[in-house]
């Protein structure tokens, strides 16, 4: 009797920092629905954005490939078409392809009008059986959707609501309908919250900005902007909680729960005043850890080793081969990234785990001409050390200074520590064939 196959949802939130739920000790934020993810599934903590900018991210999460192995290598670049993707292995094994929500690899620029409210062509939407989405939009009241629905095209519409809810609402009708010998599906829900402007339905409003607990790296000098920005930006990700648990009540009521792998992350982080900064695209913890989680139904209980937190540094490459691996899908070799599925079903638990990289690679490309351009690496046991074209910038040690308030790029006590480490990068770069003029060692 042929296995049926699991199905798979992705639901991608964007500028969601990894610190931000109560799972990841946020003393701010009511996460319960993420935290039950957590419980019944598998937290990354560690999990990294490999290039902490929307659009390179998301080309190298549905191609397993770094930016420098694909065509999406700065913001508002055009992935192009001619590179498989994670759909493409999905409809080849007889899944039903679906998105819904924020796209952002079509390459339409915002300096030639609102994207918002212009279309992508077919040939750049991915392949997916169903693409109902944007490119990019920056407004979570004032939405768009367009695309086609299996064969038939959809034209542009507003969205009825809040961003988030009415995907979130979008994708609960698909699970409704189902009937029974469906294709398993892949499935992407992808919203723009909690992206700033950091705006949120009244019923999440109640982040009061003086009761805030900041980050220690937060400084006094703009204390009050970064309260202001983070009482609407938790009330976003409360939002997005919400959703999610109305996702999961879904997939129960549809009895699809335990036929469904739910994985939730972000593309980036937001440093949100930590470092003296708002906003993405440094090598700092807030810009670079992002939430991830992969939940379901049942929870996971494997050769006596329960559900919980895993070391590895899950990266963006790896999103995809991991989504295949939970699918018992072979990745094809065309994807770089690693799969961590046994993290999730155990399989093959203790080679695969030993298999894992003890590092993950970052880098920011930067503009035409690489003048603002960094490369990083950050390790399992708990070291970063990231460098500039020809220069030391930076090396942490995250266990003794998880808030990275003390560079060690400079001091001379950590020359062995910080050459190991530019050797490493080097490593990566030689692994990956990436070009860049790192420091001497």
């Known amino acids: 009797m042929k296995k049926e196959r699991p199905n798979v949802i992705w639901f991608i939130v964007d500028q969601m920092r990894g610190q931000a739920m109560g799972v990841n000790r946020d003393a701010n934020v009511f996460t319960p629905n993420l935290d039950n993810m957590a419980i019944c599934g598998t937290n990354f903590p560690n999990a990294v954005s490999g290039y902490p900018l929307c659009c390179p991210f998301r080309a190298s999460m549905i191609t397993g490939k770094y930016a420098h192995n694909h065509s999406v290598k700065l913001h508002e670049d055009r992935l192009d078409p001619e590179f498989g993707n994670v759909a493409d292995v999905f409809n080849e094994t007889g899944y039903e392809t679906i998105f819904l929500g924020k796209w952002h690899m079509a390459g339409l620029k ?29 407004s979570q009241w004032d939405s768009y959707l367009h695309g086609h629905d299996g064969g038939v095209e959809v034209a542009h519409y507003k969205l009825p609501g809040y961003e988030t809810d009415v995907l979130t609402d979008l994708a609960i009708e698909r699970l409704r309908v189902r009937k029974k010998g469906d294709k398993p599906f892949f499935m992407v829900v992808s919203v723009q919250p909690p992206h700033n ?6 019923r999440n409003r109640r982040y009061q900005a003086q009761q805030l607990k ?71 913890e807030e810009s670079v850890k992002i939430p991830f989680l992969i939940g379901g139904g049942r929870p996971m209980n494997y050769d006596g080793r329960r559900c919980g937190n895993a070391p590895s540094c899950i990266n963006h490459v790896d999103i995809a081969p991991t989504t295949l691996g939970l699918c018992d899908i072979e990745a094809p070799d065309w994807m770089e990234g690693f799969d961590y599925s046994h993290r999730r079903t155990g399989k093959d638990f203790a080679r695969r785990a030993d298999e894992e990289p003890d590092s993950a690679y970052l880098q920011l490309i930067g503009d035409r001409d690489s003048s603002y351009a960094w490369r990083c690496v950050v390790t399992r046991d708990g070291w ?3 460098c500039v074209k020809g220069g030391e910038w930076l090396l942490f040690d995250l266990n003794n ?28 770069q030689e692994k990956t064939g990436d070009h860049f003029e790192f420091p001497d060692s």
């Not at 109305?246 to 470092?275: I, N, P, R, Y």
């Not at 990275?404 to 490593?427: D, I, M, P, V």
Request: a neutral charge; glycine letters at 8%; one cysteine or more.
């Open 401 to 428: 200074d998880p808030f990275e308030q003390n560079n060690l790029a400079f001091h001379t006590g950590y020359h062995k520590k910080r050459s190991e480490l530019n050797g490493l990068l080097r490593h990566w």
């Open 384 to 386: 970063k050390y990231a």
């Open 214 to 284: 900041l980050r220690p790296n937060v400084p006094i000098s703009i204390e009050q902007d970064a309260r202001f920005r983070l009482s609407g930006y938790y009330a976003q990700i409360e939002n997005i909680d919400e959703n999610v648990g109305k996702l999961m009540d879904a997939l129960c009521e549809t009895g699809l729960v335990d036929k469904t792998h739910v994985m939730f992350f972000s593309d980036h982080g937001d440093q949100m005043g930590s470092q003296g900064r708002f906003g993405k695209c440094v090598p700092y």
């Open 197 to 202: 402007p950091n705006l949120a339905p009244a």
């Open 110 to 138: 915002e300096r030639d009008g609102r994207s918002a409210l212009r279309l992508v062509p077919k040939e750049y939407r991915g392949r997916f059986h169903t693409w109902l989405g944007y490119d990019n939009n920056n």
